[in-house]
């Protein structure tokens, strides 16, 4: 378990070098949003990590971040009830090379 601004998340199922990832801002918005999280948390803009973005869109818009999550997680689901149909007619002895 670690923290992500004021929301804990586990480190099962993140891949923290990409939370610990400087952002690159390559476009406007990307410039605002590392500008906004660097003086909400007296960051310098070069040091302004993809899981502090996180952070503070969580805290600060968290409809938008429970939306992004609730899709992901309706897609997922949906690939594991395809997964399980796939497997379902396959050669039972093919079903453990997928």
């Known amino acids: 378990m670690f ?5 804990k998340m586990s480190d099962k199922f993140v891949n923290k070098g990409i939370l610990d990832k400087t952002v690159e801002a390559r476009n406007e918005l990307q410039e605002d949003l590392v500008r906004h999280v660097g ?4 960051v310098h803009k070069d040091q302004v990590t993809i899981g502090q973005v996180i952070g503070i869109l ?3 818009f968290p ?3 429970i939306t992004i ?4 997680w309706i897609r997922g689901y949906k690939q594991g009830l395809d997964d399980a149909q796939i497997a379902d ?3 039972p002895e093919k079903v453990d090379d997928i």
Do not use: F, K
């Open 63 to 65: 409809e938008l971040v």
């Open 58 to 60: 969580a805290s600060e």
């Open 89 to 91: 007619v396959m050669d």
């Open 39 to 42: 003086n909400r948390i007296d």
């Open 3 to 7: 923290e992500v601004g004021d929301i």
């Open 69 to 72: 999550a609730e899709e992901n």
